[in-house]
Antibody
Framework: EVQLLESGGGLVHPGGSLGLSCTAS????????MTWVRQAPGKGLEWVSS????????YYAASVKGRFTISRDNSKNTLYLQMNSLRAEDTALYYC????????????WGQGTLVTVSS | DIQMTQSPSTLSASEGDRVTITCRAS??????VAWYQQKPGKAPKFLIY???SLGSGVPSRFSGSGSGTEFTLTISSLQPDDFATYYC?????????FGQGTKLEIK
């Protein structure tokens, strides 16, 4: 069974940094692109960033480009999101998801980790 | 960026009803659309890819159609478990974008 488990969320001050992790199991991690999607409280889904299976190709939403860095460690079956210069509008539940066929749709999703940016 | 616009934003229906949700793209995206279901407090669940291909284990009462700029998700006979929020997503190019969601409520 494919499982994704996010961790690392918490409360951070504006301008601060936070690192998220997503540990994967149940599939050959290095064969699949992975993605972060976020959901602000009471709002819809927003794609944040994706990374290909090798880790060489990375993609970002304009809202986070230059502040967030996606990476992966295939030896540890772990996806990361380093978030710097955090803003109040980055407050959201952050989900990691497996790119099912390396084509751009996501299945499954983790349960999410909450990031709150507030003073 | 490609904008995805869903309608309606809220839909009230009864068990057994047939319902359709529409998603329009701001430019042609061929058939590169996925649909997801999300229940309160839960992660999204994948339903459909490539506009009309059902994900593994997804009930056959769900169907998708469309190409180009207009897409639909249809539930043929609503079951109690189907009351949720539904999102479309385009994956023709980065940045991937989602529709704003359609909340399916019990009438």
């Amino acid at each position: 069974e494919v499982q994704l488990l996010e961790s690392g969320g918490g409360l951070v001050h504006p301008g601060g940094s936070l690192g998220l992790s997503c540990t994967a199991s149940g599939f050959i991690f290095s064969n699949y692109a992975m993605t972060w999607v976020r959901q602000a409280p009471g709002k819809g889904l927003e794609w944040v960033s994706s990374i290909d299976g090798s880790g060489t190709g990375t993609y970002y939403a304009a809202s986070v480009k230059g502040r967030f860095t996606i990476s992966r460690d295939n030896s540890k079956n772990t996806l990361y999101l380093q978030m710097n210069s955090l803003r109040a509008e980055d407050t959201a539940l952050y989900y990691c998801a497996k790119d099912t066929s390396n084509n751009g749709w996501f299945d499954p999703w983790g349960q999410g980790t909450l990031v709150t940016v507030s003073s | 960026d490609i904008q995805m616009t869903q309608s309606p934003s809220t839909l009230s229906a009864s068990e057994g009803d047939r319902v359709t949700i529409t998603c329009r793209a701001s430019q042609t995206i061929r058939s590169w659309v996925a649909w997801y279901q999300q229940k309160p407090g839960k992660a999204p669940k994948f339903l459909i890819y490539k506009a009309s291909s059902l994900g593994s284990g997804v009930p056959s009462r769900f169907s998708g159609s469309g190409s180009g700029t207009e897409f639909t998700l249809t539930i043929s006979s609503l079951q109690p478990d189907d009351f949720a929020t539904y999102y479309c997503q385009q994956y023709t190019s980065y940045p991937y974008t989602f529709g704003q969601g359609t909340k399916l409520e019990i009438k």
